[in-house]
Nanobody
Framework: QVQLVESGGDLVQAGGSLRLSCTAS????????MGWYRQAPGKQRELVAA???????NYADSVKGRFTISRDNAKNTVYLQMNSLKPEDTAVYYC????????????WGQGTQVTVSS
C-alpha cells in the first residue's frame, strides 16, 4: 500500500518561507518521479514542481526563482522549499508520486494547507 504523508504547511506572512516535506512508503522512491501540486479554492489542481529519479526538475512559471524541490532517497522524502511567499501561493499542497514499475499511476498525499497573509 502506497502512502504519501505531507507536513510543513502553516500560516505565514507574505515574504516569509516554509519548507514542505513528503515521506513515501510502499513506493520504490528512488525510481519515482515526485511532484508537488497545489489547489486553491475554486481552482483546478496545478503542478508546482517536480523532480525525476535522475534529479531533473521543472517548475511552474509562477514559482520559478522562489521555490526549490529536492529529494533525499535515503529518507524516501521529497521537499519543497518555498521562499518569498505571496498571498496567491495560498492553497492546499499535495505530494504526488509515480513510477514506471507501477504503470505511472498517480499516488497522492492527503494535502497540507499553506496560507500566506498579506
Amino acid at each position: 500500500q502506497v502512502q504519501l504523508v505531507e507536513s510543513g504547511g502553516d500560516l505565514v506572512q507574505a515574504g516569509g518561507s516554509l519548507r514542505l516535506s513528503c515521506t513515501a512508503s510502499g513506493l520504490i522512491f528512488s525510481i519515482s518521479t515526485m511532484g508537488w501540486y497545489r489547489q486553491a479554492p475554486g481552482k483546478q489542481r496545478e503542478l508546482v514542481a517536480a523532480i525525476t529519479s535522475a534529479g531533473s526538475t521543472n517548475y511552474a512559471d509562477s514559482v520559478k526563482g522562489r521555490f526549490t524541490i529536492s529529494r533525499d532517497n535515503a529518507k524516501n522524502t521529497v521537499y519543497l522549499q518555498m521562499n518569498s511567499l505571496k498571498p496567491e501561493d495560498t492553497a492546499v499542497y499535495y505530494c504526488n508520486g509515480r513510477n514506471a514499475r507501477r504503470g505511472w499511476l498517480d499516488y497522492w498525499g492527503q494535502g497540507t494547507q499553506v496560507t500566506v497573509s498579506s
